[in-house]
């Protein structure tokens, strides 16, 4: 075992010139990667450390995230983009020992996240803001980005993760897994339909967020209005999917992924259509009527691969999605695949 990660917060910091004794440190705890810490004093900060068996080269995340506030710095003077804070030597982030880096950023005062939508007008807000930020990346060209997870989203690929997962899982998991397993398989007709979708040239490669869960955008206290997109990690090239998927798979149920008691998950229509609004209250005319069509899919998609990649860290032991107790990968899974049948049942309606 090394070193515990809070141990190295006041050598990490004296890079940037900080005393750890000028702080009272918390651990902030939603994120599923990263260890995430708060600094507070009168001007706080959070401090990361970035998961580098996730992002194995951290630096094309740097470099990604510099691209994009270049060229949002050059053309627009309205947003606010989060950037990591340089070191005293004028670097993005500072590795430890054991080879992991660490990045830090300011703590916006008089914000707060959420981990499920209450209201219409929140939904609107937060999708309206990841709307923005691929509206404005929208002419930058793509390939000054790579990807930071390859494949991240390519649901055929999770698809084949999740059966490899199966074959070499244990017994035991396998028995526990079983409801999941059968019921994940019985939506394996989605693959086909992504495979048809993405081969079919209709989604124009665009950056996107690709990690737009309703936790991962900032909102004024004051006026409750989303302030800006966090969690950038994965901008990067991807289609609009991805985006607004993650939003209905993440706004639309009164109860989040973490849920145990699945029948408190439901689909709630308008917090729905006020996401749809919001996003496309930006993205509208950038989206061609084709891609728009496949809205409902979107949703279905994001739900799916996120069950898939939740069952297989079960079956395979645990070991990418943090975890508070045993079994918590099953419960996730078995939320997603609950939330799954209900947009189903709901985008049948239609
Ligand atoms: C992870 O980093 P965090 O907790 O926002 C994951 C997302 C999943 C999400 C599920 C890099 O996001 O893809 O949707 O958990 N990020 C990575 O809650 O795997
Ligand atoms: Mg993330």
């Known amino acids: 075992m090394g070193l515990s990660p809070e141990s190295l917060i006041p050598g990490i910091i ?7 004794g000028n702080f009272s440190i918390e651990r902030l705890g939603s994120g599923h990667i990263h260890y995430t810490y708060k600094l507070n004093a009168k001007k ?3 401090l990361q450390r970035v998961n580098k068996n996730v992002f194995k080269e951290p630096e094309v995340i740097a ?3 510099r691209v994009a506030a270049d060229y949002l710095g050059k053309n627009f003077t309205d947003f606010l983009f989060l950037s990591a804070i340089e070191t005293l030597e004028g670097k993005e982030m500072v590795y430890d020992a054991e080879g992991f880096p660490w990045r830090l950023f300011p703590f916006f005062d008089n914000t707060f996240t959420v981990d499920k939508v209450s209201t219409k007008e929140e939904a609107f807000s937060a999708a309206a803001e990841f709307a923005r930020l691929s509206r404005y990346l929208k002419d930058v060209d793509t390939s000054r980005f790579s990807p930071t997870i390859p494949g ?16 070499n899982a244990t017994p035991e998991r396998i028995q526990r897994a079983q ?3 059968a019921q994940a398989k019985a939506f394996s007709h989605l693959v086909t339909e992504y495979e048809t979708l993405i081969s079919s040239g209709s989604l124009k490669l665009r950056i996107t967020h690709n990690d737009t869960k309703i936790n991962n955008v900032l909102f004024n206290a004051n006026t409750g209005k989303a302030l800006c997109a966090i969690d950038l990690d994965t901008l990067m090239p991807g289609y609009f999917i991805y985006d607004i998927g993650d939003m209905i798979r993440t706004f639309v149920s009164p109860v989040d992924e973490e849920e145990k008691d699945v029948s408190k998950i439901t689909v709630r229509q308008d917090i729905y259509r006020a996401l749809v609004d919001g996003y496309l209250s930006q993205m509208n005319d950038c989206l061609t009527p084709e891609e728009k069509k496949a809205i409902p899919f979107s949703g279905m998609m994001m739900t799916y691969i996120m069950a898939l990649r939740m069952l297989a860290d079960f079956l395979n032991g645990d070991i990418y999605y943090h975890i508070k107790y045993e079994g918590q ?3 996730r899974a078995t939320n997603q695949l609950r939330l799954l049948q209900e947009l ?3 985008n049948g309606n239609q």
């Open 344 to 346: 189903k049942t709901v």
């Open 44 to 46: 706080s900060y959070v």
């Open 179 to 181: 409801e999941a397993i």
């Open 152 to 167: 991240f989203h390519d649901l055929s690929l999770r698809y084949r993760q999740f059966e490899t997962a199966l074959k």
């Open 329 to 331: 990968n099953l419960v």
């Open 14 to 20: 004296s890079h940037y010139g900080l005393s750890a």
């Open 63 to 65: 470099s990604n995230l």
